[in-house]
């Protein structure tokens, strides 16, 4: 079991074009999401963490209007390049209703798949003395697999909320919880809130 004396949150891409009913990837990551209620956990846990004093991150991926910055070198950011969608500044890239963001909450932007791919994430952890990090969002076989793996490779020990991650479906969630369990404690939201 990991200490969390020195505990950082990082909730990932719960913002309007991921997971939204009428977000451009509403087809793939928003029944699921919603399947699983992953907004109301990932808010029951940024609720504690700020009820407790922990530090918040909150990881949202998008570019600058017209796209310059898209790198679309993969399937999931040709569709990003084809829909023109997850545009900074827009409802595109704003937190979902009902996640819970203080002023205190660190945002952080990020174009590629992990939030520490060129973001001051990891400056700001070590800024915080962080050492732990209790990880959820969606989608769990992308963003936040591989921020995990990201953390992992940085030296953090990572708690993985894993009924406050969802992916495309069942089948893909479980497989990707499978593999984090390799470098994540695997607990639930109300498990980790105890332990606040």
Wanted: hydrophobic content about 45%; aromatic content about 6%.
């Amino acid at each position: 079991m990991n200490n969390l004396a020195h505990t950082a949150i990082v909730g990932i891409h719960l913002q309007n074009d991921v997971v939204h009913a009428k977000g451009a990837f509403s087809g793939f990551f928003a029944a699921s999401a919603a399947e699983r209620g992953v907004v109301a956990k990932a808010a029951k846990v940024i609720d504690a963490a700020h009820d407790s004093r922990r530090p918040v991150f909150l990881t949202r991926v998008g570019w600058d209007p017209g796209h310059e910055d898209l790198v679309a070198n993969y399937p999931l950011l040709q569709i990003v390049e084809e829909q023109r969608c997850l545009t900074n500044g827009t409802w595109q890239t704003e937190f979902l209703e009902g996640i819970p963001v203080a002023d205190s909450d660190h945002v952080i932007t990020h174009e590629r798949v992990s939030g520490f791919s060129n973001t001051r994430l990891d400056v700001l952890l070590r800024a915080s003395n962080v050492q732990t990090l209790v990880v959820f969002g969606v989608a769990t076989n992308v963003s936040v697999e591989s921020t995990v793996r990201a953390a992992a490779d940085l030296g953090y020990q990572i708690i993985l909320v894993e009924d406050a991650c969802s992916s495309t479906d069942e089948g893909a969630h479980s497989a990707s919880i499978a593999s984090m369990g390799l470098f994540a404690e695997i607990v639930t939201a109300d498990d980790i809130i105890s332990r606040f």
